[in-house]
């Protein structure tokens, strides 16, 4: 895996009532994530609690709750009270490494082509060799 470094800030500011305007200038990944990480990145994608994703991983909510803390900070994701980290831990992950959900729900991702023997390939996610 190859780290990307931008310098920046994944936030969202609040405009009004109605709008609120999303910053994409991000650190995209300070670290490599560990394959626990990585797994709870994917639950959380999924869109599962913490202690959802700690009865599917046999952890306590707390380690959960720590990893998804240290992820965070991997991605150099600031919480500032009026965001829910999650949501950007969560868009930060599936733009490093694309959206498995799709997989799972069988939907074709935007990002897909066609390679030079007919397979299916999504540009956004890693292929682990």
Request: proline share 2%; with cysteine.
């Amino acid at each position: 895996m190859h780290l990307v470094e931008i310098s920046g800030f994944l936030g969202a500011e609040y405009i009004d009532a109605d709008q609120w305007r999303v910053s994409l200038d991000v650190n995209i990944l300070l670290r490599e994530l560990t394959p626990f990480e990585q797994l709870v990145c994917e639950h959380l994608c999924d869109g599962l609690t913490n202690s959802a994703i700690a009865k599917e991983s046999a952890h306590t909510e707390k380690v959960i709750e720590n990893t998804v803390s240290r992820v965070a900070q991997a991605f150099a994701i600031k919480s500032n009270g009026e965001v829910n980290v999650r949501v950007l831990l969560a868009l930060a992950y599936r733009a490093h490494f694309g959206d498995k959900a799709f997989d799972k729900l069988g939907i074709t991702c935007s990002h897909l082509s066609i390679g030079p023997n007919g397979e299916r390939i999504c540009t956004q996610h890693v292929v682990e060799n």
